[in-house]
């Protein structure tokens, strides 16, 4: 069994607690929880024959009062960066954590999160900001985790990427 830590990451209230429950329990809730300081959940999985736990970290989101805690980073396999996509400033505080978590731990395989999607006509974040992060080589998922849509496929896209590096 091959076990492996992923990091969620991005501002405060993107849907990282969401992504995750709708991820490991198949469940949303409108009800909102504040995380402090880190949940962690697990879920097996078996991708491409390789049965594969996945420890997952939700970590408080950031805001201009609060700073993610590197060293709950440290001994990640891979990390999503959540952005909500009514929130244009979300997006630069992804991009901000972006570049700490590499200082920090190197480069490993993330991808970045527009969750929200069901929301998209409410959007910010408009296509170019999003063609400009695929343009960079950074791999970019839609998802909403109300609704389940892209939440899988995301979750199973960041384990293979872990599993080839």
């Known amino acids: 069994m091959i076990q492996k830590k992923i ?5 405060f209230a993107v849907g990282k607690t969401s992504l995750v429950s709708r991820f490991v329990k ?5 009800k909102y929880l504040t995380t402090v300081g880190v949940k962690i959940e697990k879920k097996m999985l078996t991708v491409e024959g390789q049965d594969v736990t996945l420890m997952l970290w939700d970590l408080a989101g950031e805001d201009e009062f609060l700073q ?7 001994g990640s396999s891979g990390y999503f960066l959540v952005v909500d996509g009514t929130r ?3 997006l630069d505080t992804m991009t901000s954590l972006q570049q700490r978590v590499e200082e920090t731990i190197g480069q490993v395989p993330f991808i970045v999160l527009f969750n929200k999607a ?3 006509k409410q959007w910010e974040v408009d296509d170019a900001a999003i063609n400009e992060l695929t343009q960079r ?7 909403s985790a109300r609704t389940g849509a892209g939440v899988e ?3 199973l896209a960041l384990t293979k990427r872990m599993l080839e590096s």
Do not use: H
């Open 153 to 155: 496929d995301a979750f």
């Open 118 to 120: 069901d929301l998209r």
């Open 137 to 143: 080589g950074w791999p970019v998922c839609l998802t």
């Open 26 to 30: 198949s469940i949303f809730s409108e």
């Open 88 to 90: 244009r400033n979300t």
């Open 7 to 11: 990091c969620m990451l991005g501002a």
């Open 68 to 74: 993610v805690r590197m060293s709950y980073v440290r």
